[in-house]
């Protein structure tokens, strides 16, 4: 009943706005918010890509019979959402004195660009060079410079209409809780926007560079720089002498991984410093927050696989620079697991927390390797014990892991990698790879063939750069079963290793084809990061629905989704 | 208010359906399904158990007024379930052109022989010699061969009817979902039916053997064979010696559970052959499929119970051969754990888990005592890792776990199983009963006090032959206890041995003793295996009235069950 | 629209009661109870603190216009709750033949007792000398001698009311289910009365001391005599020769908690003795049970601080001795756990389970330490076994965990305990601080160092007696990190020593202050044992309303826990 009536209702609405405005719906509205004329003219602004839409509002306003929706100044009808905003024809309401008001009111715009999807022959009319202000709360110092300059300038007339956009500009500062990430977004990385969910930011464009440059890059780095750690343990080890490996392979790679973890820290430090609040809720995010160990866990890999030619002994003071950050982002991360609320294990647990996991034993290999000796078992000692509960918790599969992926993916080869290096790591602590050592060897190679017979499952999925990050586990175990070959040398050993190099180096080589080609044929390796755009709070119903009018017409996917929230 | 309109209409259509018809409703309607008049007797029945009913129903039909349910023969009307079905006299649509539509809807049928079991003095009409086809789902080769036939013989008229027919066939060829299991079955071993359950299979009928057969059948091997280890144990260590038990009891213990293996695996064979659909829903069921490692274990078990006068040193290759179809399975098993679905571990967990990781050990055991090195350290990892996941699992008693008894039961002695192996074996491995060795005979010792304190709660569960499985757990510890008193000889371990090997041995015979009884004086050793009965899909209302009231006038209970139903 | 009538209707009920009689309310009330005139007179009360009451109602019924409440003499009238019972003015109703009424129908009058509270100037009117008989149903002799005493006089005039309370008391004495305590109670100690909640005993009133003494105070002996340890190993280990510390602080340490530990096993053999129900009710406190394990670790603590002074070599006997009750207590709580029920672990995990694993390894401590081999590593594996259970659960936070609290807690200190003793029980079976001694030491350096930097979380939280138990693990630390510069000497070892000493000795003392001022100064160290004192089942709407109205007028706290109750 209920529904019907719903549905009666809200589309006359969105029929009376699209049978007589789509065209000047989208443009005008920003022309709005990009204070037009004649104030548009007046705004010097800062990051100078901004330029006046006013040439291009005027021009349509004599075009063609626009209406602008001029959004209610108070700050309570905000979020009224999109069955009342009021439709006015030739609206000289411009609230001229307030700089900022697309800023505060962004929330409510983005519904509109996809609502003019369903004009066909829409053009996107303002030029490229118009400063596009959506994603202004991403950016660090955006707004607080421009209120300086609008304050500076002496126009703050509607004081109302500022203090609302402040604390709306806050409030989007904040980032999501973490439940409204799993509320939002889908799929085993979490990087799928769900059906009735809206972005913050515009889904109909390409956003900056910078914000689409997510932290699962710095899986590439880890992919490359455990190459070099196998190519170096090929040309090393005695018992695989008999395929003559030259240090060729590891000298390369390890300076390709030195070039690419130089130039990904870069990027995304200029991130950090142009778009901290993209950093924050990248941070905030369940499964991408694992990523952040990745950038030390790649140079503890580096200085696993420094070639023997640059140097052969490196001086310990670099583990205790590198394990600084390991150790005290595992202080947050395992306390907020214990402490309770909304990032308890039993909540966030996916397979990708296997990255915070690795590193202590990664970090206890290189230290051993350096000739240290508790620094090594420490981490040895936390890492096991936080294996232990991931371990059980991920294979439990509780109900509340909403993370985790129905289906086989292959993130799950994360679950080789915690093993495999933790082998290695306490062969070293102990001098000797002793059956203590075989025990998380064997481990890693059962849960290695495991998925392995599994492996048709991988197929149709989407590629993602994350898949990077995938690699090193197999890589890890390909080195382990070089270290097991040198502790017990046969013919079955010996083809094993060879058999996982194999794999392994295949695997990253098409993986880098892969990269190749998204980055530069399809040029999509970095679409829109829609995982960090996800509003604060839930989409008010109407804009679920002029979501999913917009971009789809068939109901029965709204009516399942919306039955399936009414659910929770 | 509903509750009671249903209780008011439904019965209105009950009573006029066995006022008038009772007594021909079953036989007719067999009739009906086994291809009435006059085609009948051109039919050429492979497994030629099958005579005509043509007689037996012109006899009746003639003697009183019969009432034929005629189903309908559009497959969308195959579920409308019983308060639909028509009730014409002296119906003459016989469908003769569908050689089996009794087999394709035979899940409609089954509520008809419960129905009639109101009327007190129903005679079982059709004779014996009758091909009771309604155990043909089950056969393997049943449909496909009568199908042929009937092709063969061009009489497809009804085509729509054939295709409803094959549709549904293959519906009941694909096994439950594991869901079901846990919704149509009920007890610690989910080995019953729930009251508003119906059974694909007669459940007023005793079944045919092979049916009836359960893989639980392989415990008894576990249990007899198991026992020929501990008479070797006592028998061959030094620290028993006092003892003076002679060599004879393992070497009947060992012919006795050796001709105990071929028979069961032979019958066992013999229902894989003829009935593989009731031995694919026995591995779909979530406890039963722990008994597929049940033969494979038995098989280590006569390994390392082999008498000192057959065998001294075995030949590895035997390990090889045996360990490669637990390792399958294990694969496959432990996969499903992980890999999420309807078999995740959080769902699937109970204490018959265990088999599926006491096979790890007792390979680890065996593969030790056979001089090899790494494949038993091997297994042992892939056990233990498993082991800790099993156990935290169990021991949380997540409310997830529907499985899990309520009261604690005879499956709970399996806890004890993978402990006091696996310190055997890490024993073995290690060539000393040392520390590590310890922790786990230790855990295995607290386990079986803490359940031997608790073992009034046993008393009164009725007998079934899967307590043979829970004997053998009981062996296994006081094998160990042997082998931990040639590490630690003293009056209190060679006590401690002497009382575990007695309980064991006084277990294994009183279980031998009730087998004995409910076998050849009972004769219910095997009762009608109605795990793999249940219906793929969960009975409609009108079904589970129907079976209610057949069943018991007690009101209440369905009410019960109706509600606590509608609460999930 | 329900809650509005229950809003207007109910409030009128209570304005008539309190309007008229809210002096008289309470007084005449107890006096029914207690066997007003002219019965009350007869009765010799053995615990002697009874006299008769009849003079002061006698004097309050001249004195003003008194409501009794006589409540209905029929069983099935006892639970209708307050908006049911009967306004008479002057009632000659007195049921002069049931000497225990009040006793039997003691949840009802408990709501009274807080109605009154509405009335700002109300005085207890009942002088001190009237024998309290609200208590009586926790007494262990009470209720049977007067019983008896009431049946010799033969009085029995009201069989059915006999009847009634006798149920009714055995109702009282049945302690609640473990659902009650997790229902009625709050707090990460379970130890507050959640709103809706009513108590059994008069929540206006300071109850008997020994009831008031809860197992907690068994904590104070765990802190005291942890510190004689730690003050005995500053003082033996040659790697703290440096500090130079004297027997002294391990001598006047261990005769103070001797002392501690006499006189809290006094006092609380005395709560055994006349109130068992409370001991009872403390053990089936799903929180407090834990610390039933504290007297028996205090003990081993003791005789691992034993100052060389008084003795070198403790006879093994004792071990065994202290043992055996920490084995049953074992047997029972981690049966629980598994066998499934009210208590498994999944429902009742909560950090202070740490207590019950502890046991085990301060056990194989002392075996150890005094040269024992087999019991020390029996505890030791069944330590280590639950504790993996145990650390898995808590680390997971099930959704099930309803005691876990949401913030921090100083219980959570005890997750440091297990692994810090741990080391030392292992380091003392293996007869070094091994690599396996190390990592359950680091395990506990980590936990320790992710809570102290939380520490803030801890401000604000109110002191509780139970503070003492989370002390021993800081202490536990210190001296396993003594331990272990024992093997690792060097500066930085010694000073974390130092250090950790320092903080755990600073932590005991300060909360002896705090301890102090509580029990001499503020004078409630020991507060009204609200945990113990929850009804059987839930309390009635009406006296949820009741409770409410009396303790606050904001009627918003009452509209939300109805409404979260109803969600359940």
């Not at 066909?120 to 410079?145: I, Q």
């Not at 909304?342 to 590193?359: E, M, T, W």
Request: proline share 6%; with cysteine.
């Amino acid at each position: 009943m209920e529904k019907t009536e719903l549905q009666v209702e809200i589309p006359s609405v969105l029929k009376q706005t699209s049978c007589q405005n789509i065209n000047g719906f989208d443009c005008v509205d920003y022309g709005n918010g990009n204070n037009p004329i004649p104030l548009e003219n007046a705004i010097s602004d800062k990051e100078s890509h901004g330029e006046s839409t006013a040439g291009s509002n005027m021009t349509r306003l004599e075009q063609q019979d626009v209406i602008i929706i001029s959004l209610p100044a108070s700050p309570s009808g905000l979020h009224i959402g999109l069955g009342q905003t009021k439709l006015v024809q030739h609206s000289d309401r411009y609230n001229p004195g307030n700089p900022y008001p697309q800023l505060a009111k962004q929330k409510q715009f983005h519904s509109q660009p996809i609502l003019v999807r369903e004009n066909g022959d829409r053009k996107v009319v303002h030029s490229e060079a118009v400063r596009d202000r959506r994603f202004d709360p991403f950016k660090t110092w955006s707004g607080k410079l421009e209120r300086q300059i609008s304050n500076l300038r002496g126009k703050p007339t509607h004081e109302a209409d500022i203090e609302a956009g402040v604390s709306e500009r806050e409030e989007i500062e904040e980032a999501p809780g973490v439940d409204r990430y799993f509320d939002a977004l889908e799929g085993p990385e979490l990087d799928t926007l769900r059906a009735t969910e809206v972005s913050v930011l515009p889904e109909d464009k390409k956003w900056p560079f910078l914000l689409r440059f997510p932290v699962n890059a710095f899986g590439i780095c880890l992919g490359v720089s455990s190459q070099a750690i196998l190519w170096k343990t090929l040309n090393t080890s005695p018992a695989m002498n008999f395929l003559h490996i030259s240090p060729m392979p590891n000298l390369i790679l390890w300076w390709a991984a030195l070039a690419l973890i130089l130039f990904v820290s870069f990027v995304y430090l200029l991130k950090i410093v142009f778009y901290f609040e993209a950093v924050k809720r990248e941070y905030h995010h369940p499964v991408r927050v694992n990523f952040f160990f990745a950038p030390w866990i790649a140079c503890l890999f580096m200085a696993l696989a420094v070639p023997p030619s640059i140097a052969v002994n490196l001086r310990p003071f670099i583990w205790y620079i590198l394990m600084t950050p390991i150790f005290m982002l595992e202080l947050k991360i395992y306390g907020q697991w214990m402490s309770g609320g909304q990032r308890r294990l039993s909540k966030v647990a996916n397979p990708s927390n296997h990255l915070s996991i690795v590193g202590n034993f990664v970090g206890a290999l290189l230290g051993a390797n350096m000739g240290l000796k508790e620094g090594p078992i420490f981490f040895f000692a936390v890492g096991l014990a936080h294996y232990i509960v991931l371990f059980v918790t991920l294979y439990q599969r509780l109900p509340t892991n909403a993370t985790l992926p129905k289906e086989l993916h292959p993130v799950f080869f994360l679950f080789v990698a915690a093993p495999s290096v933790a082998c290695m790591a306490w062969a070293k602590i102990q001098g000797d790879f002793d059956h203590a050592a075989r025990i998380p060897y064997f481990i890693a190679l059962f849960l290695y063939m495991s998925l392995a017979v599994r492996v048709n499952f991988f197929r149709g999925i989407r590629f993602s750069l994350a898949w990077w990050a995938y690699t090193f586990p197999m890589t890890g175990a390909s080195i382990a079963t070089i270290k097991y070959t040198m502790a017990v040398t046969n013919i079955v050993t010996r083809s094993l290793s060879v058999c996982l190099s194999a794999i392994s180096t295949f695997t990253v080589s098409t993986l880098l084809v892969y990269t190749i080609i998204h980055a530069f044929i399809l040029r999509d390796l970095f679409p829109n990061d829609i995982s960090i755009a996800i509003t604060r709070k839930k989409p008010k119903f109407s804009k679920m629905l002029a979501h999913f009018r917009s971009s789809s017409s068939d109901s029965k996917d709204l009516d399942s989704s919306i039955s399936k929230n009414s659910e929770f």
